[in-house]
Each structure stands twice: as structure tokens, then as C-alpha cells.
């Protein structure tokens, strides 16, 4: 827990946006009584999230495949936090894990000063309603046979908020806002719209119950630039207006860059690194990290990186390395890294690394 | 190799594209996918073709190809393959040409390969039919040729099944069975797209390498500016099934003429810019290519639209650079340089 105070710990970001986060804190009522360790809640600016030492396993036959194993972090509100790694590094396990989705295997998740994974059945669907999440693909993750207007207005429905009329405002108010005209699209079903619309469709659902956590997994993976750079402008619109906190997972490290307060970068389920944006990316100091980012591409012809070309491909998660799970393709690897898993230190304020000889030591 | 054209043609370029429509009969009306694109390429030179999702850049590079269905689908123009006119030649005809000397990388490395056989009998397949090689013989030159794309162990690969192999690897082996007769032109559709960065960086390393020893023609076609900018000689921006913009690599980046070519860079966030770095969105959406505008169909979305553009569609012309040429009534040099006339620094892009 010393780490995490650690993270926690430089709140300028959290400090201004905790006052502003307060009014949500009224209508987050209907998770109250779910949280019935509520009383142990941190004060403003405090971590809103909490991640201690979770794994996530999966068994297939006799194998048991640690998607994410152990891995420490803390968000604090009004904060985005960005997830990065390569596919199978577990940061969509890790997004699940925290909605819910995925069962974590040991691990606590501590929401809002409650252990989400304690929570009972009723208390679950409590707090549904305080974290959402969105997903990549924007046309299969809504229903094709149900209407825009439904689509959004169900999670209201659900929850009996407001008379009829109420919800109908509420959703006109929520699809406008996404920038959909609800006496268009209303009355449409999802096929009628494009990627980038389906999207802000989701995000208007996602949004309606006025959650304090929003878990997004890749959502602009799936679009085109332009319609990209809409939609991640959207979204830090959104979360200044709503004073949402952010877990942000993509694999373009680039958009991160973009939306991040903070960076945590994940390799075969273990955190390298986690750092504030602008540090993390002028000066990593896990080697995965600036492998990461020299092999990224750049539309500048001026731009010529020599790119840390990594040995290999990455290992099986059924079968990791010993040590340091980077080991097998670092260039900087050594016998300890093979005996000693490097545990997540500190090296500056607000920046962290699990690594034995991080660069520039 | 049993039909190389004959001598008086020789000098054709590898691949001359003119004036190629494409039309899919839709039951809405007539969707036209491909406007009149022309184009040329050299032996040992890469093309990248860029634009978002219907653009028509697939649309394109399958017709170059000759992959299109026969089917409600119109083609008209003229594709010539080192002078041999391709565009609506017969399969048999095609069918010499596939593999030999034209080939295509798709997209997906999920489902290009048979998932029922194994890697060897893939690559062996296209060795022993094209080539007419021996069992030994083909097993011996799809080894190597796996050695060559940077497969690891190709001995064991050779007997896996493509779901025992990672996307990366996946790709490599669809790259060895298109590179196996040693083709003289390769077509690579979105070869990176839904790769890891890492494995990004060494599959774009690995054509390029490839390329240049083998002095193929390359056409890259891909969405991401980024993986263009430094590994092609010219570049086509395509927009709503036109061309709007052709130049050098280099030209393009530093003297961009078409706002669509602009926009399209601005919107994209680098890792170069501070976090929270406001990015400028294209608003709106490309046209629909059933009912397309009269006029120039960026006009809509276009900053600088004035009445003519929306009248009027405006032709590929030739810049002051050679080799540049833009669809733009109002380019962005001559607007800067109006603007830098107006503030009285003199205009230098002449």
C-alpha cells in the first residue's frame, strides 16, 4: 500500500477537479446504499479507484493462463488515467475486472471506498450504475433491434428514474450532447449510422446515469482519423462537463498521449511503468516503454527514429518467463532479471517502474 | 514467365493506371466507388495509397488487381501491366499473372490463410503450380523463403496450422507465399492494420527490405499517414472515389496543396504534442457516392469552400512541382501566399 499512497500522492490534477466533482456526489445517492462501507470514503481529490495487487486467471483444460497478475494502481477523480500495451497484455482483462465483467481471482478493487469484489448481487448492480464502460466495436455493442432513443433510455428505465417524460428530456438532452439529433435518430435503429455516430450513441448510454468512472476499451480503434480526433474531442468535453474520471485503454500510443493525465504501460499482465504523460513519453524508463514508443509511426517523413526493433514476439501467458516477464526480449536483461521479479519502485515523484536497471540510472 | 511481353513494350511502365472508374450496381442506384483514377509506377519505387474507409482505395488496388466480381460491378479505363492492357481480361488470362508477377498482401492475417492446411502446403501450393518445382525442391525454397520473412524455426513452422502462429507471424507467412515466384509488382492492402506497434514497425521493415533487394513495384494502400511518410517515393490521397492529391513523398508533407490532405494531418494526434492537445476534427462526413455532390466532393467539410467549389468539380491539375498535382480550385500555397502578400513578406512559393 506504500506504493499506492505514492501514486495517489502529487493531487494538483485531483484537487482542482474534486470541489468540481462534488454536485455528482448528490446524485450518487442511489449507489449509497450499496456502499455500505461508504463511511471510509477518502475526502475530495483522493483516489477514486484502487487496484491491489489483482490477478485474473483463466483456465483452459489444464492450463491456467494469468491474463493479469498482480498488478497495483490507484485513479484519482477527475483524473484520466491511460492504459497502454500490446494485445494480450491484459488491459482489457483489467478494464472487465474493474466493471465487474471478469471475476478477479484474488485482488481487491476498492471503488469509491468500497471493495467491489466483496459487493453482493443487488449491491453489483449499484454499482453499475456509478462505473460504465464502452466498448471498440460500436455497432455490435448496441442492440440492431431496438431504437437510438430506447437504446439510451434504458439504463433509466431500469432504475425507474423520473417519470416518462423525465426520462425522454433527459435523453434528448444526453443525445445532443453526444452530438445526435434526437428528433432524427430518435426514432432510428443502430444500422442507420456510421461507426463514429454508433459511438457517440454508446457514449450517450454510457453517460445517462451519471456515473463517476467511465472504463473505455479501445473505443476510437475501430475509426477513421478524422472521425477519430471528433470523438476523443468529445470525450474530454464530456468529462469536463459531467466531471467524469477516466480509465482510458488503447494500444495507439499517440491517442493516449492525448487524453492522458497519467500513463500505465502493461506487458504480459505485469505494469512496466506508470508515469504523468508528458514524462512518460519524453523520457521512459522501462525499456519496454521506449521500445513501445520508438516503434511507433509518425506522419512525417523529417521524423526517423531508429526503432528498438524487440527480439521475438511476445511469450505465452501460459507459460511466462521467470523473473521479469520482459526478460526474453530486453535488450538490457541480465541473470537477476531472470531470478527476481522487479516490483513497481518509485524513481520520481508520480513516477514509477518495475525494472532492475531502468533507463537513464 | 511463359508470357513476357514482347520487346517494343519493355519501356511501359511496371503498372500505368488511366482514367479507371468502378460501379457497383446497388439497388439505391449506381455507387460509384472509383472516379477516374490514373496512375503510374516504376519498378523498384513504392506508391502509397491513403484515405479513410470509402475512399475507395481497396476498391482500386482489387481492380488493378482484376479481384473484383463480374457481377453488377462496371469497370471502364485502363490498366496496363508493363503494357499489357488487364482491366477486364479474362480470368485465364489473370490467372498467369497472379503470383508470377502480380501479388497481394490483404489486410487480414486472421483469415487469408486455410485454416485446415498446414503452412508448408500453402506456400509449397503456389511453388510447385506456378513454378513447376519438385516436392523437394519447393519444400527446400518455402524454407527458405520462411528464413527470409524472419520466421523463427521455420522447420517446425513449416508442418504448424495457421492458428498455431500469432497475427505477426501470420502476416509473415502470407508475405512469404505472395513474395514465392517472385512477383515484379506487390500489391499490399492495409498490410499493418490490426498488428501490434512492435510487430508494425518490423513487418513494414521487412517489405521494405524485401522491395528494394528484389527491385519490385510496391503499392502500399493504408489508412495511417504515418506508415507512409517514411517508406514510400509518391503518395495518392484518395477521397470519395477521387484522387485529390498526388505527389512525392516528401512534397506532400512539406507542401501539401489540398485542404483534405491538411485536415486529414491536423486530425491526427502525435506523440510530439502535450497531453490534452486539442485536435481538429473534420467535421461532417464524406459524401454518399450513389448521390455525389456536383462539385468537389471535399466542399462540404472544406474550410476554405467557396460558391465555386460546390458548382463546380475541379480537375487533377499540375503544381509547380513536377510530379505534384491537386483537385483544388483555392490550394493552399496560392492561399498562403495571398496571405503572406497581404502582410507584406512577399510570396516565396512560386
Same mark, same amino acid.
Given at each position: 500500500?506504500?506504493?499506492?499512497?505514492?501514486?495517489?500522492?502529487?493531487?494538483?490534477?485531483?484537487?482542482?477537479?474534486?470541489?468540481?466533482?462534488?454536485?455528482?456526489?448528490?446524485?450518487?445517492?442511489?449507489?449509497?446504499?450499496?456502499? %455500505? +462501507?461508504?463511511?471510509?470514503?477518502? /475526502? @475530495?481529490?483522493?483516489?477514486? !479507484?484502487?487496484?491491489? #495487487? $489483482?490477478?485474473?486467471?483463466? *483456465?483452459?483444460?489444464?492450463?491456467?493462463?494469468?491474463?493479469?497478475?498482480?498488478?497495483?494502481?490507484?485513479?484519482?477523480?477527475?483524473?484520466?488515467?491511460?492504459?497502454?500495451?500490446?494485445?494480450?497484455?491484459?488491459?482489457?482483462?483489467?478494464?472487465?475486472?474493474?466493471?465487474?465483467?471478469?471475476?478477479?481471482? %484474488? +485482488?481487491?478493487?476498492?471503488?469509491? /471506498? @468500497?471493495?467491489?469484489?466483496? !459487493?453482493?448481487?443487488? #449491491? $453489483?448492480?449499484?454499482?453499475? *450504475?456509478?462505473?460504465?464502460?464502452?466498448?471498440?466495436?460500436?455497432?455490435?455493442?448496441?442492440?440492431?433491434?431496438?431504437?437510438?432513443?430506447?437504446?439510451?433510455?434504458?439504463?433509466?428505465?431500469?432504475?425507474?428514474?423520473?417519470?416518462?417524460?423525465?426520462?425522454?428530456?433527459?435523453?434528448?438532452?444526453?443525445?445532443?450532447?453526444?452530438?445526435?439529433?434526437?428528433?432524427?435518430?430518435?426514432?432510428?435503429?443502430?444500422?442507420?449510422?456510421?461507426?463514429?455516430?454508433?459511438?457517440?450513441?454508446?457514449?450517450?448510454?454510457?453517460?445517462?446515469?451519471?456515473?463517476?468512472?467511465?472504463?473505455?476499451?479501445?473505443?476510437?480503434?475501430?475509426?477513421?482519423?478524422?472521425?477519430?480526433?471528433?470523438?476523443?474531442?468529445?470525450?474530454?468535453?464530456?468529462?469536463?462537463?459531467?466531471?467524469?474520471?477516466?480509465?482510458?485503454?488503447?494500444?495507439?500510443?499517440?491517442?493516449?498521449?492525448?487524453?492522458?493525465?497519467?500513463?500505465?504501460?502493461?506487458?504480459?499482465?505485469?505494469?512496466?511503468?506508470?508515469?504523468?504523460?508528458?514524462?512518460?513519453?519524453?523520457?521512459?524508463?522501462?525499456?519496454?516503454?521506449?521500445?513501445?514508443?520508438?516503434?511507433?509511426?509518425?506522419?512525417?517523413?523529417?521524423?526517423?527514429?531508429?526503432?528498438?526493433?524487440?527480439?521475438?514476439?511476445?511469450?505465452?501467458?501460459?507459460?511466462?518467463?521467470?523473473?521479469?516477464?520482459?526478460?526474453?526480449?530486453?535488450?538490457?536483461?541480465?541473470?537477476?532479471?531472470?531470478?527476481?521479479?522487479?516490483?513497481?519502485?518509485?524513481?520520481?515523484?508520480?513516477?514509477?517502474?518495475?525494472?532492475?536497471?531502468?533507463?537513464?540510472? | 514467365?511463359?508470357?513476357?511481353?514482347?520487346?517494343?513494350?519493355?519501356?511501359?511502365?511496371?503498372?500505368?493506371?488511366?482514367?479507371?472508374?468502378?460501379?457497383?450496381?446497388?439497388?439505391?442506384?449506381?455507387?460509384?466507388?472509383?472516379?477516374?483514377?490514373?496512375?503510374?509506377?516504376?519498378?523498384?519505387?513504392?506508391?502509397?495509397?491513403?484515405?479513410?474507409?470509402?475512399?475507395?482505395?481497396?476498391?482500386?488496388?482489387?481492380?488493378?488487381?482484376?479481384?473484383?466480381?463480374?457481377?453488377?460491378?462496371?469497370?471502364?479505363?485502363?490498366?496496363?501491366?508493363?503494357?499489357?492492357?488487364?482491366?477486364?481480361?479474362?480470368?485465364?488470362?489473370?490467372?498467369?499473372?497472379?503470383?508470377?508477377?502480380?501479388?497481394?498482401?490483404?489486410?487480414?492475417?486472421?483469415?487469408?490463410?486455410?485454416?485446415?492446411?498446414?503452412?508448408?502446403?500453402?506456400?509449397?501450393?503456389?511453388?510447385?503450380?506456378?513454378?513447376?518445382?519438385?516436392?523437394?525442391?519447393?519444400?527446400?525454397?518455402?524454407?527458405?523463403?520462411?528464413?527470409?520473412?524472419?520466421?523463427?524455426?521455420?522447420?517446425?513452422?513449416?508442418?504448424?496450422?495457421?492458428?498455431?502462429?500469432?497475427?505477426?507471424?501470420?502476416?509473415?507467412?502470407?508475405?512469404?507465399?505472395?513474395?514465392?515466384?517472385?512477383?515484379?509488382?506487390?500489391?499490399?492492402?492495409?498490410?499493418?492494420?490490426?498488428?501490434?506497434?512492435?510487430?508494425?514497425?518490423?513487418?513494414?521493415?521487412?517489405?521494405?527490405?524485401?522491395?528494394?533487394?528484389?527491385?519490385?513495384?510496391?503499392?502500399?494502400?493504408?489508412?495511417?499517414?504515418?506508415?507512409?511518410?517514411?517508406?514510400?517515393?509518391?503518395?495518392?490521397?484518395?477521397?470519395?472515389?477521387?484522387?485529390?492529391?498526388?505527389?512525392?513523398?516528401?512534397?506532400?508533407?512539406?507542401?501539401?496543396?489540398?485542404?483534405?490532405?491538411?485536415?486529414?494531418?491536423?486530425?491526427?494526434?502525435?506523440?510530439?504534442?502535450?497531453?490534452?492537445?486539442?485536435?481538429?476534427?473534420?467535421?461532417?462526413?464524406?459524401?454518399?457516392?450513389?448521390?455525389?455532390?456536383?462539385?468537389?466532393?471535399?466542399?462540404?467539410?472544406?474550410?476554405?469552400?467557396?460558391?465555386?467549389?460546390?458548382?463546380?468539380?475541379?480537375?487533377?491539375?499540375?503544381?509547380?512541382?513536377?510530379?505534384?498535382?491537386?483537385?483544388?480550385?483555392?490550394?493552399?500555397?496560392?492561399?498562403?501566399?495571398?496571405?503572406?502578400?497581404?502582410?507584406?513578406?512577399?510570396?516565396?512559393?512560386?
Amino acid at each position: 500500500m506504500t506504493e499506492l499512497t505514492e501514486i495517489g500522492g502529487p493531487g494538483e490534477v485531483a484537487t482542482t477537479v474534486g470541489s468540481g466533482a462534488s454536485p455528482t456526489d448528490a446524485d450518487a445517492d442511489a449507489g449509497a446504499g450499496a456502499d %455500505s +462501507g461508504s463511511g471510509s470514503r477518502s /475526502g @475530495a481529490g483522493g483516489p477514486l !479507484l484502487a487496484v491491489d #495487487d $489483482l490477478f485474473v486467471s483463466f *483456465t483452459r483444460g489444464h492450463n491456467t493462463l494469468q491474463a493479469v497478475a498482480g498488478i497495483s494502481f490507484t485513479l484519482n477523480e477527475g483524473e484520466t488515467l491511460g492504459l497502454v500495451g500490446e494485445s494480450g497484455c491484459g488491459k482489457s482483462t483489467t478494464g472487465r475486472a474493474i466493471v465487474q465483467v471478469e471475476k478477479p481471482t %484474488s +485482488g481487491k478493487i476498492t471503488f469509491d /471506498g @468500497a471493495d467491489v469484489t466483496a !459487493l453482493n448481487r443487488n #449491491d $453489483l448492480r449499484h454499482l453499475r *450504475t456509478q462505473v460504465q464502460m464502452i466498448f471498440q466495436d460500436p455497432i455490435s455493442s448496441l442492440n440492431p433491434r431496438r431504437r437510438v432513443a430506447d437504446i439510451v433510455a434504458e439504463p433509466l428505465t431500469i432504475w425507474k428514474i423520473g417519470t416518462k417524460d423525465e426520462r425522454d428530456a433527459k435523453v434528448n438532452a444526453m443525445l445532443e450532447s453526444v452530438g445526435i439529433d434526437p428528433s432524427v435518430a430518435g426514432d432510428r435503429y443502430p444500422r442507420e449510422f456510421s461507426g463514429g455516430q454508433c459511438q457517440r450513441i454508446s457514449i450517450a448510454r454510457a453517460l445517462v446515469l451519471e456515473p463517476k468512472l467511465l472504463v473505455c476499451d479501445e473505443i476510437v480503434s475501430a475509426l477513421d482519423v478524422s472521425v477519430q480526433a471528433q470523438i476523443l474531442n468529445l470525450l474530454e468535453d464530456l468529462k469536463r462537463e459531467h466531471h467524469l474520471t477516466l480509465l482510458f485503454i488503447a494500444h495507439d500510443l499517440a491517442v493516449v498521449k492525448n487524453v492522458s493525465d497519467r500513463v500505465a504501460v502493461m506487458y504480459l499482465g505485469r505494469l512496466c511503468e506508470i508515469a504523468p504523460s508528458d514524462v512518460l513519453y519524453a523520457s521512459p524508463a522501462h525499456h519496454y516503454t521506449e521500445a513501445l514508443l520508438s516503434s511507433a509511426v509518425e506522419p512525417n517523413p523529417e521524423v526517423t527514429r531508429t526503432p528498438v526493433i524487440l527480439a521475438g514476439e511476445p511469450p505465452s501467458p501460459i507459460n511466462p518467463p521467470s523473473g521479469c516477464r520482459f526478460r526474453t526480449r530486453c535488450p538490457r536483461a541480465e541473470a537477476r532479471c531472470a531470478e527476481e521479479v522487479p516490483q513497481l519502485r518509485p524513481i520520481a515523484p508520480g513516477h514509477q517502474v518495475a525494472c532492475h536497471f531502468p533507463i537513464g540510472t | 514467365m511463359t508470357r513476357l511481353p514482347d520487346p517494343t513494350v519493355q519501356t511501359a511502365p511496371l503498372l500505368a493506371v488511366d482514367d479507371l472508374r468502378v460501379s457497383f450496381a446497388t439497388p439505391q442506384g449506381e455507387l460509384r466507388a472509383v472516379q477516374g483514377v490514373s496512375l503510374t509506377l516504376e519498378r523498384g519505387k513504392t506508391l502509397g495509397i491513403v484515405g479513410e474507409s470509402g475512399s475507395g482505395k481497396t476498391v482500386l488496388s482489387r481492380a488493378i488487381m482484376g479481384l473484383l466480381p463480374q457481377n453488377g460491378v462496371t469497370q471502364t479505363g485502363s490498366v496496363r501491366y508493363q503494357g499489357q492492357e488487364i482491366l477486364n481480361a479474362p480470368n485465364k488470362e489473370l490467372r498467369r499473372l497472379w503470383g508470377t508477377q502480380i501479388a497481394m498482401v490483404f489486410q487480414d492475417p486472421m483469415t487469408s490463410l486455410n485454416p485446415v492446411q498446414r503452412i508448408g502446403h500453402q506456400i509449397t501450393e503456389t511453388l510447385k503450380l506456378h513454378l513447376k518445382l519438385g516436392r523437394d525442391e519447393a519444400k527446400e525454397t518455402a524454407l527458405s523463403l520462411l528464413m527470409q520473412v524472419g520466421i523463427p524455426s521455420p522447420v517446425e513452422r513449416y508442418d504448424a496450422y495457421p492458428n498455431q502462429l500469432s497475427g505477426g507471424m501470420r502476416q509473415r507467412v502470407i508475405i512469404a507465399i505472395a513474395l514465392a515466384c517472385a512477383p515484379r509488382l506487390l500489391m499490399a492492402d492495409e498490410p499493418t492494420t490490426g498488428l501490434d506497434v512492435t510487430v508494425q514497425a518490423q513487418i513494414l521493415d521487412l517489405l521494405s527490405t524485401l522491395q528494394r533487394d528484389r527491385e519490385m513495384g510496391m503499392v502500399l494502400v493504408t489508412h495511417d499517414l504515418g506508415v507512409v511518410a517514411t517508406r514510400t517515393d509518391e503518395i495518392i490521397v484518395m477521397y470519395a472515389g477521387n484522387v485529390v492529391e498526388r505527389a512525392p513523398t516528401s512534397v506532400l508533407f512539406s507542401q501539401m496543396s489540398m485542404p483534405y490532405t491538411e485536415a486529414l494531418l491536423r486530425s491526427i494526434p502525435r506523440i510530439g504534442n502535450p497531453s490534452h492537445t486539442r485536435l481538429q476534427a473534420i467535421e461532417g462526413r464524406p459524401p454518399n457516392l450513389i448521390s455525389p455532390p456536383t462539385g468537389c466532393p471535399f466542399a462540404p467539410r472544406c474550410p476554405y469552400a467557396q460558391d465555386k467549389c460546390h458548382r463546380e468539380k475541379p480537375p487533377l491539375v499540375e503544381g509547380a512541382v513536377p510530379g505534384h498535382s491537386y483537385a483544388c480550385w483555392f490550394p493552399l500555397s496560392t492561399q498562403s501566399a495571398v496571405a503572406a502578400a497581404g502582410a507584406g513578406a512577399g510570396g516565396e512559393s512560386a
